[in-house]
């Protein structure tokens, strides 16, 4: 199985940035995509961004432009990057991670980000 771990989510101005990472562990290579997604209050779980095992990335048409996601040289951490962020973007933000072969899809606790002045 796989394990994640979330951090960096907080409260940001809007036009400011934040950063959130999330470590995995565990089986690492049944591994064959990471991702973010989010929900706000009274909507439904949407997708952010998603990186797969070669480096193809994609991204909500809301946040292109904006978000970047990435990972480390060991690929066993994924982060995103959000810059010129706004009041809706405020919401939970939880990382996944897909197992190749059955699709299954591990879940991060999720990571409060609030975007106010």
């Known amino acids: 199985q796989v394990q994640l771990v979330e951090s960096g989510g907080g409260l940001v101005q809007p036009g400011g940035s934040l950063r959130v990472s999330c470590a995995a562990s565990?089986?690492?290579?049944?591994?064959?995509?990471m991702g973010w997604y989010r929900q706000a209050p009274g909507k439904q779980r949407e997708l952010v961004a998603d990186?797969?095992?070669?480096?193809?990335?994609t991204y909500a048409d809301s946040v292109k432009g904006r978000f970047t996601i990435s990972r480390d040289n060991a690929e066993n951490t994924v982060y995103l990057q959000m810059n010129s962020l706004k009041p809706e973007d405020t919401a939970v933000y939880y990382c996944s991670a897909t197992r190749r072969g059955s699709g299954y899809t591990y879940w991060g606790q999720g990571t409060q980000v609030t975007v106010s002045s």
């Open positions: 990186i797969i095992y070669g480096g193809t990335t």
């Open positions: 565990g089986n690492i290579a049944s591994i064959n995509a």
